[in-house]
């Protein structure tokens, strides 16, 4: 098993910045990929990014690449989401997961272990 915990949400004003982080504990060795999802009310949960857990290796969202970065500390076993330039449309929910397997990064279905959220509020 592995427990994820967000935190770092908040209240921010467009053009803001803020950085969300995910510790993990428990079988963290088992990790392969973890990443970023969101959801805004009324709408489906969708991939913001991931980062592959041993190389670093990042991938974000067409949406939001360039202003939202990705990355880890494997020592402190932990995620980081830095949002840049944010917008009143990146409200929403933010949840972080990992997966064990290989499967899709982008596919919320392939991970196994997911936190209970924090809330992102973006005002214009």
């Known amino acids: 098993q592995v427990q994820l915990v967000e935190s770092g949400g908040g209240l921010v004003q467009a053009g803001g910045s803020l950085r969300l982080s995910c510790a993990a504990s428990g079988r963290t060795f088992s990790i392969y990929d973890m990443g970023w999802f969101r959801q805004a009310p009324g709408k489906e949960r969708e991939f913001v990014g991931v980062?592959?857990?041993?190389?670093?290796?990042?991938r974000a969202a067409d949406s939001v690449k360039g202003r939202f970065t990705i990355s880890r500390d494997n020592a402190k076993n932990t995620m980081y989401l830095q949002m840049n330039s944010l917008k009143p449309e990146d409200t929403g929910v933010y949840y972080c997961a990992a997966k064990t397997n290989t499967r899709l990064r982008t596919d919320r279905a392939a991970y196994d272990y997911w936190g209970q959220g924090t809330q992102v509020t973006v005002s214009s």
């Open positions: 980062v592959t857990w041993y190389s670093g290796y990042a």
